[in-house]
């Protein structure tokens, strides 16, 4: 299979050289046709002004900090994602893993709950998470907050623009919450950090929960002091949409032109890293791993590997998500599956297996 391109061919078994290098830098098997990945190749090559593909390899051998590599896999692999793409883990995290972790912060003593989103993509499952979460613990509190209100010792769970501050499990103090999202591509990373969607990334939402975490803007831009990277204000004057009392009236919008803000309260919760899974850097351990999605792209080998470092990464007595069609290939890993309400995520046991000293 061949390409002409302006200076030259793409042969067979540069093709074959270039996955074998993705797969052993990466750990990524590309599943796409020959002719998919020449036509792909062929694009990289022109727009980043390389003679052949020849060059394109060599400058992939000597990519150091991994920038060539990033670029040629950007629009290569499928980074499908969405707000709540599995609700069925969604809903587990919420009714069934976040009490049973702030009962054990509870006893345990204060502690932040740490949950790493691996392989995030463009942030909406990260955010997704954090929507949950506090979802969630403002659930634990208002039910707190009623049991107390009965024996007159009680006070409501505060609510700061629907993101619970929540007095559970820290003997009354606000539990902290970290959320991790890290990805391979760095340009899916710069996405995910500013937090802006369009609107039609989150239909099917609850009104209520748009109106809680998001903030409607007219335009993706960002202003240079901030945005979605920590602003001060809901929403920056850049970010204006609605229009203000006055004889002035306000361009009006589109739904073309609509988006989706991550206020900053939810952001704030939020850490985006660039990563590669197939090397990680140790960043700690975690209650929770969202790993969704990831598997399939993989080897063998380093589906294997992977799956032993997030054990690792687990704090004992923490919870692993994976897909529903995916599996642990790993059996002599200890995790112990549970279901709750049709979706199955695996446990590590608080005695972690004195064989792998976790």
């Not at 959320?179 to 710069?190: A, E, K, R």
Request: charged share 15%; aromatic share 6%; glycine share 10%.
């Amino acid at each position: 299979m061949h390409r002409i391109i302006a200076t030259g061919t793409i042969l067979e078994q540069e093709l074959s050289e270039l996955r074998l290098i993705i797969e052993r830098q990466t750990g990524i098997v590309l599943d796409c046709p020959n002719s998919a990945l020449v036509a792909h190749v062929g694009d990289n090559i022109e727009g980043q002004g390389l003679g052949s593909a020849a060059e394109l390899l060599e400058k992939l051998r000597c990519d150091q900090d991994g920038s060539s590599l990033s670029a040629l896999l950007d629009g290569l692999v499928n980074t499908k994602t969405g707000f709540f793409r599995h609700p069925g883990a969604m809903n587990a995290l919420a009714k069934q893993v976040v009490p049973q972790l702030c009962a054990r912060k509870s006893i345990d003593g204060p502690s932040p709950l740490r949950i790493w989103s691996a392989g995030c993509s463009t942030g909406e499952e990260t955010y997704s998470i954090a929507i949950t979460v506090c979802d969630a613990l403002s659930q634990i509190g208002s039910a707190s907050a009623a049991n107390g209100a009965s024996n007159g010792s009680g006070k409501p769970a505060a609510r700061n623009g629907g993101i619970a501050e929540s007095s559970v499990g820290n003997q009354g103090g606000a539990l902290s919450i970290h959320i991790v999202g890290s990805d391979l591509l760095p340009q899916n990373i710069q996405l995910a950090d500013r937090g802006i969607y369009p609107q039609s990334a989150l239909n099917g939402l609850p009104p209520a929960t748009i109106r809680n975490y998001f903030s409607k803007i007219s335009s993706p831009a960002i202003s240079t002091n901030g945005g979605a990277n920590g602003a001060d204000s809901e929403t920056q004057n850049s970010f204006q949409t609605e229009p203000r009392s006055g004889p002035t009236k306000a361009p009006q919008s589109t739904a073309a032109n609509l988006h989706l803000l991550v206020k900053p309260r939810l952001r704030s919760l939020v850490t985006f890293n660039c990563m590669n899974l197939a090397r990680p850097g140790y960043i700690g351990r975690f209650d929770c791993i969202f790993c969704m999605d990831v598997l399939p792209h993989l080897s063998r080998a380093q589906r294997i590997a992977l799956l032993e470092r997030l054990h690792l990464y687990l704090e004992p007595g923490g919870f692993l998500f994976l897909s529903q069609t995916e599996k642990l290939c790993v059996p002599n890993l200890n995790f112990r599956s549970e279901t709750f309400d049709g979706y199955t995520y695996h446990r590590k046991p608080v005695a972690a297996s004195a064989a792998y000293g976790r």
